[in-house]
């Protein structure tokens, strides 16, 4: 067992899970490279740490701090993935991928379609978002919604550090492009570890909470509330199944529906902003195979349609709170 492999026998957090598996992915295979800001252990191994000790361990020709341009690190990223290379690019938060969109959406995810499936682009591009330190609306949107319509790109959303230590190195060794987006307000939050070099398979949803009553669906930060209203619901009586999608595209939609069939009620929570949103896509799909047999309309609880705000008492109601998504399983379960 190296050093890393005994780390993940104690509790661990997310920074410390994703480190984890992007040590093991470089260890495993030379061609994975790492690009971003101030990735470097010289920068102190990105804003939060994320990558610290990488560049010490594996050189700065294969942990890479890039000058401050998106559409640079995607382009390079690109590239290097063209002639054989794995390349794990991080954009430092979600808002500056509209920067790199084209880079993006019309070449990472087309270019396998374009090629006549001869050109592959596995790139994994890791981002953080999220609401709660008052960055306001320019630094903590979820966009997942954006890349999800695009074909050819999968999207991971994680909720735990143990899940983002199996997704990171599905993703990397994936061979498409791969957007996953880490929670920056759970950063610090600890969890169970992680098995040793175990990946967990792309599109496969997890069922945290067996229930019979209720179907809640969810995905990234959102989850830990629902188990947790789900708990206290419990007390009353009311059995939840809480499913974590972990991964947003491909949609592990049989899950889904094979929990609402049971259930027959359905209520989906998700950090983004809920009009246009990923759970309007869920519950389309509900209502399009399971119509006549559901006991209630399918619920959604999502942000405001509003920018992140920045004043406090503004952000902290914008995202969906456990009195929300409460309140939506008490209106499905009536």
């Given at each position: 067992?190296?050093?890393?492999?005994?780390?993940?026998?104690k509790?661990?957090?997310?920074?410390?899970?994703?480190?984890?598996?992007?040590?093991?992915?470089?260890?495993?295979?030379?061609n994975?490279?790492?690009?971003?800001?101030?990735?470097?252990?010289?920068?102190?191994?990105?804003?939060?740490?994320?990558t610290?000790?990488?560049?010490?361990?594996?050189?700065?020709?294969?942990?890479?701090?890039t000058?401050?341009?998106?559409?640079?690190?995607?382009?390079?990223?690109?590239?290097?993935?063209?002639?054989?290379?794995?390349?794990?690019?991080e954009i430092?938060?979600?808002?500056?991928?509209?920067?790199?969109?084209?880079?993006?959406?019309?070449?990472?995810?087309?270019?396998?379609?374009?090629?006549?499936?001869?050109?592959?682009?596995?790139?994994?591009?890791?981002?953080?978002?999220?609401?709660?330190?008052?960055?306001?609306?320019?630094?903590?949107?979820?966009?997942?919604?954006?890349?999800?319509?695009?074909?050819?790109i999968?999207?991971?959303?994680?909720?735990?550090?143990?899940?983002?230590?199996?997704?990171?190195?599905?993703?990397?060794?994936?061979?498409?492009?791969?957007?996953?987006?880490?929670?920056?307000?759970?950063?610090?939050?600890?969890?169970?570890?992680?098995?040793?070099?175990v990946?967990?398979?792309?599109?496969?949803?997890?069922?945290?909470?067996?229930?019979t009553?209720?179907?809640?669906?969810?995905?990234?930060?959102?989850?830990?509330?629902?188990?947790?209203?789900?708990?206290?619901?419990?007390?009353?009586?009311?059995?939840?199944?809480?499913?974590?999608?972990?991964?947003?595209?491909?949609?592990?939609?049989?899950?889904?529906?094979?929990?609402?069939?049971?259930?027959?009620?359905?209520?989906?929570?998700?950090?983004?902003?809920?009009?246009?949103?990923?759970?309007?896509?869920?519950?389309?799909?509900?209502?399009?195979?399971?119509?006549?047999?559901?006991?209630?309309?399918?619920?959604?609880?999502?942000?405001?349609?509003?920018?992140?705000?920045?004043?406090?008492?503004?952000?902290?109601?914008?995202?969906p709170?456990?009195?929300?998504?409460?309140?939506?399983?008490?209106?499905?379960?009536?």
């Amino acid at each position: 067992m190296n050093a890393a492999q005994a780390q993940t026998s104690k509790p661990l957090n997310t920074i410390q899970a994703v480190n984890l598996a992007l040590d093991e992915a470089m260890r495993t295979d030379p061609n994975v490279i790492l690009l971003g800001e101030d990735i470097a252990d010289e920068q102190a191994g990105g804003i939060v740490g994320v990558t610290k000790g990488l560049s010490q361990k594996y050189g700065t020709s294969r942990v890479r701090s890039t000058p401050i341009s998106e559409q640079a690190i995607i382009g390079a990223a690109i590239g290097a993935a063209i002639v054989g290379m794995r390349p794990v690019a991080e954009i430092m938060l979600m808002n500056f991928t509209a920067v790199a969109m084209d880079m993006i959406v019309n070449h990472a995810a087309k270019l396998r379609f374009m090629s006549g499936g001869q050109t592959h682009v596995p790139i994994t591009i890791r981002t953080m978002t999220g609401a709660g330190f008052g960055t306001g609306g320019q630094h903590a949107d979820y966009l997942e919604a954006w890349f999800a319509h695009t074909p050819g790109i999968k999207v991971v959303a994680p909720s735990s550090p143990a899940d983002a230590y199996g997704l990171m190195l599905a993703c990397i060794f994936d061979d498409d492009p791969c957007l996953f987006i880490e929670n920056m307000p759970t950063y610090w939050n600890p969890g169970p570890a992680p098995q040793p070099g175990v990946r967990i398979p792309l599109g496969r949803a997890n069922v945290l909470r067996p229930g019979t009553d209720v179907t809640v669906v969810s995905y990234s930060r959102t989850v830990a509330d629902c188990v947790a209203v789900a708990e206290k619901l419990s007390k009353e009586g009311v059995s939840a199944e809480v499913l974590d999608l972990r991964t947003i595209s491909p949609l592990d939609m049989d899950t889904v529906l094979q929990s609402v069939a049971k259930t027959r009620r359905a209520v989906i929570v998700h950090e983004a902003v809920k009009a246009f949103g990923v759970g309007a896509e869920i519950a389309a799909n509900i209502n399009e195979h399971l119509f006549g047999q559901l006991k209630a309309p399918v619920g959604r609880v999502g942000a405001y349609f509003s920018p992140v705000p920045f004043a406090k008492v503004l952000e902290t109601e914008f995202v969906p709170t456990p009195a929300r998504i409460e309140a939506a399983l008490r209106a499905t379960l009536k």
